[in-house]
Nanobody
Framework: QVQLVESGGGLVQPGGSLRLSCAAS????????MGWYRQAPGKQRELVAT???????KYGDSAKGRFTISRDNAKNTVYLQMNSLQPEDTAVYYC?????????????????WGQGTQVTVSS
């Protein structure tokens, strides 16, 4: 079993900052890409940022210049530092990880999602 546990969401005023964390645990051989997606009410889930195993980041348009993704491979954890938050950033933020597991003598890739953490930007 593998779990992704997110933390760090909450209520923040416009212009404020939040730092999200997502820790992967369980039967993990290695983790490839990790990332953050978000879904606002009535909208489709969208990419916020991803980071590969070499810590090369990619950002969605909404995150460029304001958000920073990072990871700690020793802790199987990915972070999202969000600055200059605006009301349009209000959404449920989901962690995603591409995980390699060894099962029945074979290595297989699996895609996992966290349960989501609410971020609300409001005055």
């Amino acid at each position: 079993q593998v779990q992704l546990v997110e933390s760090g969401g909450g209520l923040v005023q416009p212009g404020g900052s939040l730092r999200l964390s997502c820790a992967a645990s369980g039967s993990i051989f290695s983790i490839n890409a990790m990332g953050w997606y978000r879904q606002a009410p009535g909208k489709q889930r969208e990419l916020v940022a991803t980071i590969d195993s070499g810590s090369s980041p990619k950002y969605g348009d909404s995150a460029k210049g304001r958000f920073t993704i990072s990871r700690d491979n020793a802790k199987n954890t990915v972070y999202l530092q969000m600055n200059s938050l605006q009301p349009e950033d209000t959404a449920v933020y989901y962690c995603n990880a591409d995980i390699l597991r060894r099962r029945l003598g074979e290595y297989q890739k699996y895609d996992y999602w966290g349960q989501g953490t609410q971020v609300t930007v409001s005055s």
